[in-house]
């Protein structure tokens, strides 16, 4: 069994994907296999998060004792990258591939991992802790490093290239997935929240100066409509400023060279 205290000795090279699966003699209990026990977490984990995912209490989900998972997985860490892993499977790959050029196949993308984010809000916390290299994310990674490869951008300025369209997509998933949770949490609909949070801002005097330069933009805001009107709008918006931008640096690399 993979113990905590021995994947932390190399944190750089510690992935459920990088070890050997343990060899148990005899068969697991009736019914239970890695993929009720992925499946089952992630469903967790959507409602909880990471703090309310524990052995114990994935065991009592499934109706088992918690002796029973080390049949299939050794600590909560390979949960967890089994199902950050699972969840890229609901990235639709067949829009990617049915994309006439790199700018609608980076928009497909970049709305496939926007929608995995706000569908999947514990994803963000684990971006970056794990080395996230399963077979789906893969695939996925791949799609994109093609993407931008089309581009025509040279090797060097690919990187870049990545970062700046999927760390934005990275930060407006993980915001959209926080107002949607913190508006569960106080029982209204996002609308709703939104509504009674500008109406706060607007009422309180010490506001009125701020408030009077953000008019304008409250107005235009509100003119599209609902908040998940607003969401669509600025994504697509956005998204479109970038590649924007990814054209105007590759016409510049193609002159320069």
């Not at 067949?94 to 991992?113: F, I, K, T």
């Not at 870049?160 to 993980?174: E, S």
């Amino acid at each position: 069994m993979v113990k905590a205290a021995d994947r932390a000795k190399n944190p750089a090279r510690s992935s459920v994907w990088l070890e050997r699966p343990t060899q148990r003699g005899g068969g697991g209990p009736a019914g239970l296999d890695r993929d009720r026990i992925v499946a089952t977490s992630i469903r967790m984990l959507d409602e909880d998060g990471l703090a309310g995912l524990s052995m114990r209490k994935l065991a009592t989900e499934l109706g088992v004792t918690a002796m029973s998972l080390y049949w299939y997985v050794d600590t909560k860490d390979d949960i967890i990258e089994y199902a950050l892993d699972a969840v890229y499977e609901g990235i639709d790959l067949e829009a990617v591939s049915a994309a006439e050029d790199w700018r609608d196949r980076l928009r497909a993308l970049a709305l496939g991992y926007r929608r995995m984010l706000v569908r999947h809000p514990w994803v963000s916390a684990c971006v970056g802790m794990y080395l996230n290299v399963g077979p789906r994310a893969l695939v996925v990674g791949t799609a994109i490093q093609d993407a931008v490869r089309a581009t025509g951008l040279p090797v060097h300025g690919q990187p870049g290239t990545l970062a700046a369209v999927f760390q934005f997509v990275y930060g407006y998933g993980t915001i959209e997935a926080l107002f949607a949770r913190r508006s569960a949490e106080a029982g209204m609909t996002q609308d709703e929240f939104y509504t009674e949070s500008v109406a706060a801002f607007r009422d309180e005097p010490q506001f009125a100066e701020p408030m009077a330069k953000m008019e304008e933009l409250f107005a235009e805001r509100a003119s599209h409509g609902s908040v998940s009107d607003m969401w669509e709008r600025d994504f697509a918006y956005a998204l479109d400023i970038l590649i924007a931008g990814i054209e105007v640096m590759a016409a510049r690399e193609g002159e320069g060279s």
